[in-house]
Structures are given as structure tokens and as C-alpha cells.
């Protein structure tokens, strides 16, 4: 099993930042990627972020050259840096862990962090 513990939301203005964290825990060794997913009221969880055990790193077009994520091998934590956020980046935020077991997959999800970007 692999536990995901995300913290860092809260409300920021527009144009502000934000940092996230994902901190994992449990059987992370076989873990080959982690990614930041969004969830908006009304809408369906996309995509923001991903980055593998590799280091390569994926971006949902909507964030590109806003949002970097990075990790912290010794800390077992993830980050997603959001910087010039906007009123529609406000959603609940979400860690994912994709976990490679003989034959499968398996995904593992955080509780989530609300972001909220108003002034």
C-alpha cells in the first residue's frame, strides 16, 4: 500500500503562488510515477502534472511555464509549484501515485487540497 498526503492549499489572489506537497509513504519503492490532478465544482478530475521515477515531467497545456513540479527523493515528496495562478485554477487538488506491481498497475490517490484563487 501506498499513503499520499497532500498539504499546502488555501486561498490566494490572482497572480499569487502557491506551493504543494505530496508526501508518500508505505511501499513507495515501486512507485514510477506521481502525479497532480485537479478537480473544479462541476467538472471532471483532469490532469495538471506528472513526473516519473525517471524524472521526466508532463504538463497539461493550461499550466505550462506556470506550474513546475519536482521531488524530494529524501523526503519522499512531490512538489507542484504554482506561480501567476488564476480564478480558474481554484479546484481541489489531488496526488496520485502509480505503483508497478508483477503484471498491473495500481493507483493510489491523496485526500486532496483545496486551492482557491479569488480576490
Known amino acids: 500500500q501506498v499513503q499520499l498526503v497532500e498539504s499546502g492549499g488555501g486561498l490566494v489572489q490572482p497572480g499569487g503562488f502557491l506551493r504543494l506537497s505530496c508526501a508518500a509513504s508505505?511501499?513507495?519503492?515501486?512507485?514510477?510515477?506521481i502525479g497532480w490532478y485537479r478537480q473544479a465544482p462541476g467538472k471532471q478530475r483532469e490532469l495538471v502534472a506528472t513526473?516519473?521515477?525517471?524524472?521526466?515531467?508532463n504538463y497539461a497545456d493550461s499550466v505550462k511555464g506556470r506550474f513546475t513540479i519536482s521531488r524530494d527523493n529524501a523526503k519522499n515528496t512531490v512538489y507542484l509549484q504554482m506561480n501567476r495562478l488564476k480564478p480558474e485554477n481554484t479546484a481541489v487538488y489531488y496526488c496520485?501515485?502509480?505503483?508497478?506491481?508483477?503484471?498491473?498497475?495500481?493507483?493510489?490517490w491523496g485526500q486532496g487540497t483545496q486551492v482557491t484563487v479569488s480576490s
Open positions: 513526473i516519473t521515477s525517471g524524472g521526466n515531467t
Open positions: 496520485k501515485a502509480a505503483r508497478a506491481l508483477p503484471g498491473m498497475l495500481n493507483n493510489y
Open positions: 508505505g511501499s513507495i519503492f515501486s512507485i514510477v510515477a
